[in-house]
């Protein structure tokens, strides 16, 4: 079971900043991919970004050059760093992380997702 406490969702003014962080904990033998959703009302939950245990990270096209993901592995904690924001990133943003689980014969892999946190870009 993995357990992920999201924080630094709010209300933001366009063009300002907002940094989410995602901390796991849990019993898992390594974390591989962390990464960061988001769903808007009437919107399907879309990949904003993700990062491999090795840092190599990937941005949705709408979001490159303003949000950058990065992880703390030593902490087991990703973030996501949100700066000239738009009323269009308005939405619940859900950390995931995949994580592999020792089952006393091989691995598996899991998923989680957490409680998600609100960002709210309005004037």
């Known amino acids: 079971q993995v357990q992920l406490v999201e924080s630094g969702g709010g209300l933001v003014q366009p063009g300002g900043s907002l940094r989410l962080s995602c901390a796991a904990s849990g019993s898992f033998f390594t974390i591989n991919t962390m990464g960061w959703y988001r769903q808007a009302p009437g919107k399907q939950r879309e990949l904003v970004a993700s990062i491999t245990k090795s840092g190599i990270t990937n941005h949705v096209d709408s979001v490159k050059g303003r949000f950058t993901i990065s992880r703390d592995n030593a902490n087991n904690t990703v973030y996501l760093q949100m700066n000239s924001l738009k009323p269009e990133d308005t939405a619940v943003y859900y950390c995931?992380?995949?994580?592999?689980?020792?089952?006393?014969?091989?691995?598996?892999?899991?998923?989680?997702w957490g409680q998600g946190t609100q960002v709210t870009v309005s004037s």
């Open positions: 995931n992380v995949r994580v592999s689980v020792y089952t006393g014969i091989g691995y598996r892999t899991d998923e989680s």
